[in-house]
T-cell receptor
Framework: DADVTQTPRNRITKTGKRIMLECSQT?????MYWYRQDPGLGLQLIYYSFDVKDINKGEISDGYSVSRQAQAKFSLSLESAIPNQTALYFCATSDGKPGQGANGELFFGEGSRLTVL | AQSVTQPDIHITVSEGASLELRCNYSYGATPYLFWYVQSPGQGLQLLLK??????LVQGIKGFEAEFKRSQSSFNLRKPSVHWSDAAEYFC??????????????FGKGTHLIIQP
């Protein structure tokens, strides 16, 4: 089984619908992230969480919300989806920054492809 | 805030030829640096990373990268590419300390095409 699991892997929805993307991990990491990937733009950080009580906005958080239900679970919601939110979404985990006794590497799920019509 | 530039959007290389993918970063101190690869339909896999010490780092699949502080670069190299190396490659930089956004900042990626 994958260390970082995202569901659903693919979703097609309509404008205005509420969508939730779920992420669970077995790495035991405290830090979890949601990134969005668009062709030619690389990965952009949406939200990140250091633990269940610490959630922070990334560079493109507008139109998104998150919930950290447990150390292992981090969900991304689109309250009212719009076509320009069509993208590939990645969840990732980390054990922290190097120099703090951590590895610093991000471990990624396989992605959730969302299409908003 | 840190930033990453990958100047080449697409690179085409013949199978068996050498490869160099460029990465330049902007950060006020010594960063930590990564190269990730994304095969079609897949997530991102770590190729290699630099934290400190030897500036030439070895990674998986025969890749290596060299950190050059004077040039703010972390270029990825491979002496002989294989058709299976065709993928999207991302350079990423992380801040060693301070507050602000956590996580890594990614470049926009370089799409590698391998010619037979």
């Amino acid at each position: 089984d994958a260390d970082v699991t995202q569901t659903p892997r693919n979703r097609i929805t309509k404008t205005g619908k509420r969508i939730m993307l779920e992420c669970s991990q077995t790495k035991g990491h405290d830090r979890m992230y949601w990134y969005r990937q668009d062709p030619g733009l690389g990965l952009q950080l949406i939200y990140y969480s250091f633990d269940v009580k610490d959630i922070n906005k990334g560079e493109i958080s507008d139109g998104y919300s998150v919930s950290r239900q447990a150390q292992a679970k981090f969900s991304l919601s689109l309250e009212s989806a719009i076509p320009n939110q069509t993208a590939l979404y990645f969840c990732a985990t980390s054990d922290g920054k190097p120099g703090q006794g951590a590895n610093g590497e991000l471990f990624f799920g396989e992605g959730s492809r969302l299409t908003v019509l | 805030a840190q930033s990453v530039t990958q100047p080449d959007i697409h690179i085409t290389v013949s199978e068996g030829a050498s490869l160099e993918l460029r990465c330049n970063y902007s950060y006020g101190a010594t960063p930590y640096l990564f190269w990730y690869v994304q095969s079609p339909g897949q997530g991102l896999q770590l190729l290699l990373k630099y934290f400190s010490g030897d500036t030439l780092v070895q990674g998986i699949k025969g890749f290596e990268a060299e950190f050059k502080r004077s040039q703010s670069s972390f270029n990825l190299r491979k002496p002989s590419v294989h058709w299976s190396d065709a993928a999207e490659y991302f350079c990423a930089v992380g801040a060693r300390s301070g507050g602000g956004a956590d996580g890594l900042t990614f470049g926009k990626g370089t799409h590698l095409i391998i010619q037979p």
